[in-house]
C-alpha cells in the first residue's frame, strides 16, 4: 500500500493528538491505568502496569507526566526536579541547625580561670578557617592577608605562610599565591582571649522555645575577633548547660540588657520576621553629659558604614534610613539619663544618633572620642576623610597601647615561664580582705592574688543566690544553682600552655580597667506581638546616681 505524502503527516498529526490527550493526561492514581494499546513507536502501555515510555512528547505533555516506576523507583523530570528541590531544603535547614550548634568537643577546647577579678581563658590552639571572598579572588596570599586582617603585620604573616600556619585547601602555599573562588583559607594560631567581668548572667525567662537573659556588660554575643569562650553563648553552653541556642538579635560588646536566644529553628525564624517587619518594640536607656532637652526629640538620619574593618558608621547621605526617639528621665547636675526608642535597627543606631545631636554616651570608647575631631561628630560634622577617620582610629585603639614589654625568648621553657610570671597586674581592692578572711592581706602577691579569686568568686555566687531568689520558675533557680556549682576557679599553672611561634606568648597586656568594661547603655524591654520581656533599671540609670570618674575629671 502506498501512502501519500500528504496522508502520512496526517496520520502522525492523528498519533501526536491520541499520545497527548489520552495516553499521557494525568491520571488519578496510577492504579487506573488498566489499558491495552499499541500504537506504533508512538507509545506503549500493557495491562496493570506502570510504566509509561513515551517518545518525544510535547511541552503539554511534559507538564502533564507524573509517571512513576514503583517498582524500578525511577522518576519523571518534573518530579525528580521537584524531589531535588525538596532535599535541598531540608539541608538547607539541617546546615542551619547544625551552625547554631556548639558541641561539647568545642567548649572542651580550653577552661575559664578567674584572676584579678575578672573572667579569663588559657591560651589553646585553634584553626580560623574562611571561604575566599568575592573581592580577594585574582589577589596574592600575602597582601589579602595584610589587607583585611590586622592582627599582624605583613611580615609577620609571610613568616607564618612561610612555615606551614596558613594554608590553602589544607595545603601549604606560597605568600604570592593567587586566591581562586571558593579557595579556603586556614590560620593556625595559638588563641589568647581578652579579660571580660566575672559578672554572672541572670535569666529572665526559659522554656521550651525561648532563652531571654540579662546580659553583663563587656561581653561579647558570640565570637568574634578576640573572644570565643569569653561570649555569652560558650558561658551558657559551659556552665549554664544552656546550649544550641539560636541568635535573634545582637547587643554590642559593651552594651547590657535583655537578650533573647530561641531554642528552636521554628522559634528563631518566627522571631526574626517580627524583627524584620519591625513588630517588636525596643526600649532603651543611656546616660549622656551635660543636661538634655527635656522635649522629645526624633531623629531621623541615614547612617553609612565607615570601614567594615573596623566596624564604625557614622551619618552620610549614602547610608541606610534611620529613626530613633529620645526623651530625657532625669539630670542630677552633670549628666542625664535619657530613654532611646530606636524604630530602625541600624547597626550602633542609638551610638551615632547620640554623637549626631552633640551627646555621646558618656563613656563610648567609639563616637566619644576625639578622633572624630573637636566636634565629635556633632551634627555630622568630622573634619576629616574616612581614610584619616580610619586610620586614626585604628592608631587610638591599637592593642599594643595595652601591651608592656617585649620579651627575649629563648626555649619552650622559658616561654612558659614568661606566659606564666609576666600576667598583667592591677591594684587590688581594699575591700578584699573584708570580703574573704577578715584580716588583713599579706603583702606577697600570692595572698593577693589568692584574695581576688575568693573575693570574685564570692561575688559571683553572691549575686547567683540573689538572681536564684528572685527566679521567676523553679527550673530557672535550677539551672543557676548549677552555674553556681561551675564558675571559673583559681590560676593553675598547669594548664597554661605556650607556644614559640606564638607573639602572644612573649608579650603581656595589662588588663581592662572596670571603667573600660562598662558603657551606660541598657537594653531595659524588648515587646512583641504577644510577648514582653524586661529588666530593671541599671544602678547607673538612677536619678541620683554619681559617677566619680566623672566628677574627678570634671
Not at 55 to 79: D, F, M, Q, W
Amino acid at each position: 500500500m502506498i501512502v501519500s505524502e500528504s496522508r502520512f503527516w496526517q496520520m502522525i498529526r492523528l498519533v501526536t493528538f491520541l499520545h497527548n490527550r489520552v495516553w499521557f493526561r494525568k491520571p488519578k492514581s496510577m492504579a487506573s491505568l488498566n489499558l491495552k494499546v499499541d500504537i506504533s513507536d508512538a507509545c506503549h502501555v500493557t495491562d496493570n502496569s506502570d510504566d509509561i515510555v513515551p517518545c518525544a512528547p510535547n511541552k503539554r505533555a511534559r507538564t502533564e507526566t507524573y509517571a512513576v516506576s514503583s517498582e524500578s523507583g525511577h522518576l519523571s523530570k518534573k518530579a525528580l526536579k521537584k524531589q531535588k528541590k525538596t532535599e535541598a531544603k531540608q539541608l538547607k535547614a539541617e546546615k542551619k541547625e547544625r551552625k547554631c550548634k556548639y558541641n561539647d568537643e568545642k567548649f572542651n577546647e580550653t577552661s575559664y580561670y578567674t584572676r584579678h577579678g575578672l573572667r579569663k581563658v588559657y591560651p589553646y590552639p585553634f584553626k580560623f578557617s574562611t571561604h575566599c571572598k568575592g573581592r580577594w579572588v585574582g589577589h596574592n596570599l600575602i597582601d589579602v592577608m595584610a589587607k583585611e586582617f590586622r592582627s599582624y603585620t605583613a611580615e609577620r604573616y609571610e613568616m607564618q605562610i612561610r612555615d606551614g600556619l596558613i594554608e590553602i585547601n589544607n595545603k601549604a602555599a606560597p605568600p604570592n599565591y593567587v586566591l581562586k573562588n571558593n579557595d579556603l583559607i586556614s590560620h593556625l594560631i595559638h588563641r589568647h582571649e581578652v579579660s571580660v567581668t566575672m559578672k554572672p548572667i541572670d535569666i529572665v525567662h526559659l522554656s521550651e522555645d525561648l532563652l531571654v537573659i540579662d546580659k553583663p556588660s563587656s561581653i561579647p554575643v558570640h565570637p568574634c575577633g578576640r573572644y570565643r569562650h569569653n561570649t555569652i553563648v560558650f558561658i551558657l553552653g559551659q556552665e549554664y548547660c544552656l546550649k544550641e541556642l539560636r541568635t535573634v538579635h545582637r547587643l554590642d560588646r559593651l552594651t547590657s540588657g535583655i537578650l533573647i536566644f530561641a531554642r528552636n529553628w521554628k522559634t528563631a525564624n518566627k522571631l526574626m520576621k517580627e524583627l524584620v517587619s519591625r513588630d517588636v518594640q525596643k526600649e532603651y536607656v543611656c546616660r549622656v553629659p551635660g543636661e538634655f532637652p527635656n522635649d522629645v526629640i526624633n531623629i531621623n538620619q541615614p547612617i553609612d558604614c565607615v570601614s567594615q574593618k573596623i566596624g564604625v558608621f557614622w551619618v552620610h547621605p549614602n547610608g541606610k534610613q534611620a529613626s530613633t526617639t529620645f526623651e530625657r528621665l532625669s539630670f542630677n547636675g552633670k549628666s542625664s539619663v535619657v530613654r532611646c526608642l530606636p524604630r530602625t535597627g541600624r547597626t550602633h543606631q542609638i551610638r551615632i544618633h547620640l554623637q549626631y545631636l552633640g551627646y555621646p554616651i558618656i563613656n563610648d570608647p567609639i563616637y566619644n572620642s576625639d578622633v572624630w575631631g573637636p566636634s565629635k561628630g556633632r551634627n555630622a560634622v568630622y573634619d576629616k576623610s574616612k581614610e584619616e577617620l580610619v586610620h586614626d582610629m585604628l592608631s587610638a585603639h591599637n592593642r599594643e597601647a595595652f601591651a608592656s614589654e617585649s620579651l627575649q625568648l629563648k626555649n619552650e621553657d622559658s616561654i612558659a615561664f614568661s606566659a606564666l610570671s609576666h600576667i598583667s597586674t592591677s591594684e587590688v581592692k581594699q575591700d578584699i580582705d573584708a570580703l574573704t578572711t577578715g584580716s588583713k592581706v599579706e603583702n606577697s602577691e600570692s595572698a593577693k592574688q589568692d584574695a581576688e579569686v575568693k573575693a570574685a568568686s564570692l561575688g559571683a555566687k553572691l549575686l547567683l543566690e540573689k538572681y536564684i531568689n528572685v527566679a521567676k520558675s523553679e527550673e530557672i533557680a535550677d539551672v543557676l544553682r548549677k552555674a553556681a556549682t561551675r564558675l571559673p576557679l583559681s590560676f593553675d599553672s598547669t594548664r597554661m600552655t605556650a607556644d614559640e611561634r606564638c607573639d602572644e606568648c612573649k608579650r603581656s597586656y595589662r588588663d581592662p580597667t572596670e571603667h573600660e568594661m562598662v558603657m551606660y547603655l541598657h537594653a531595659l524591654k524588648y515587646r512583641g506581638k504577644d510577648w514582653e520581656y524586661s529588666t530593671k533599671m541599671p544602678s547607673w540609670a538612677h536619678a541620683d546616681w554619681r559617677d566619680v570618674d566623672l566628677d574627678l575629671h570634671s
